[in-house]
C-alpha cells in the first residue's frame, strides 16, 4: 500500500520561509519523479515543481522560480520544498504526488500522477 504523508506547513508571514517534507513508502521512491502542487480555494491545481528520479532534473512554475527549491533524499524516501520570500499568493494546500517512472523514456513532468498525498496548508500572511 502506497502512502505519502506531508508535513512543514503552516502560517508564515509575507517574506518568511517554510520547508515541506513528503515521506514516502509502499513504492520504490528512486524510481519515480517526484512533484509538488498546490490548490487554493476557488482556483485550479497547480504544478509548483518537479524534479527527477536521480534529481538531476527539475522543473519550477514561473510562479516560484527563484523562491522554491525542490529536493529528494532517496535514501530516505523523501521530498522536500524548501519555500522562501513567501508571498500571500502561494497560500494554498500543497501536495505531492509521484510523477513517471524511470522506466519512460524521458524526464518530462507531465505525469502520469498516480499517487498523491493528502496534502498540508500553507498559510501566508500579509
Known amino acids: 500500500q502506497v502512502q505519502m504523508v506531508e508535513s512543514g506547513g503552516g502560517l508564515v508571514q509575507a517574506g518568511g520561509s517554510l520547508t515541506l517534507s513528503c515521506t514516502v513508502s509502499g513504492l520504490n521512491f528512486d524510481d519515480y519523479a517526484m512533484d509538488w502542487f498546490r490548490q487554493a480555494p476557488g482556483k485550479e491545481r497547480e504544478g509548483v515543481a518537479c524534479?527527477?528520479?536521480?534529481?538531476?532534473?527539475?522543473y519550477y512554475a514561473d510562479s516560484v522560480a527563484g523562491r522554491f527549491t525542490i529536493s529528494r533524499d532517496n535514501a530516505n524516501n523523501t521530498l522536500y520544498l524548501q519555500m522562501h520570500s513567501l508571498k500571500p499568493e502561494d497560500t494554498a494546500m500543497y501536495y505531492c504526488?509521484?510523477?513517471?517512472?524511470?522506466?519512460?523514456?524521458?524526464?518530462?513532468?507531465?505525469?502520469?500522477?498516480?499517487?498523491w498525498g493528502q496534502g498540508t496548508q500553507v498559510t501566508v500572511s500579509s
Open positions: 524534479m527527477s528520479w536521480s534529481g538531476a532534473g527539475t
Open positions: 504526488a509521484t510523477d513517471g517512472h524511470r522506466a519512460y523514456p524521458s524526464f518530462t513532468c507531465a505525469g502520469p500522477w498516480n499517487y
